[in-house]
Nanobody
Framework: QLVESGGGSVQAGGSRRLSCTAS???????IGWFRQAPGKEREGISC????????YYSDSVKGRFTISRDIAKNTVYLQMDRLQPEDTAVYSC?????????????????????WGQGIQVTVSS
């Protein structure tokens, strides 16, 4: 099970930290963050491997968002800084038990077997 938290509203230029807490996993997994804005396709924006800690960021968030993990808490964080209105979306985390080290195009949704329910982030101008 994956549970996201930390969503809400923020003004442009502000920050927000999302959390994804995993439970029920008996093996390693990669956590990815995705978002979907109204009328747009789902976009994979970041992921982190539990095996080697390698990270990936999409061009749209690189330099503004930071993914990290707390292994003891089974939680992955997405620190979002310098938020802009175009970052408004439903953010979801997902887990891949097959992709333990990041593959090419590591945020392809088909790699992820388990999904959280999603959480809204709204950035106002």
């Amino acid at each position: 099970q994956l549970v996201e938290s930390g969503g809400g509203s923020v003004q442009a230029g502000g920050s927000r930290r999302l959390s994804c807490t995993a439970s029920g996993f008996s093996s390693d997994y990669t956590i990815g963050w995705f978002r979907q804005a109204p009328g747009k396709e789902r976009e994979g924006i970041s992921c982190i491997s539990s095996v080697d800690g390698s990270r990936y960021y999409s061009d749209s968030v690189k330099g503004r968002f930071t993914i990290s993990r707390d292994i003891a808490k089974n939680t992955v964080y997405l620190q979002m800084d310098r938020l802009q209105p175009e970052d408004t979306a439903v953010y979801s985390c997902a887990a891949s038990t097959s992709m333990l080290r990041l593959w090419e195009l590591p945020t392809l949704a088909e790699y992820y077997e388990y999904w959280g329910q999603g959480i809204q982030v709204t950035v106002s101008s």
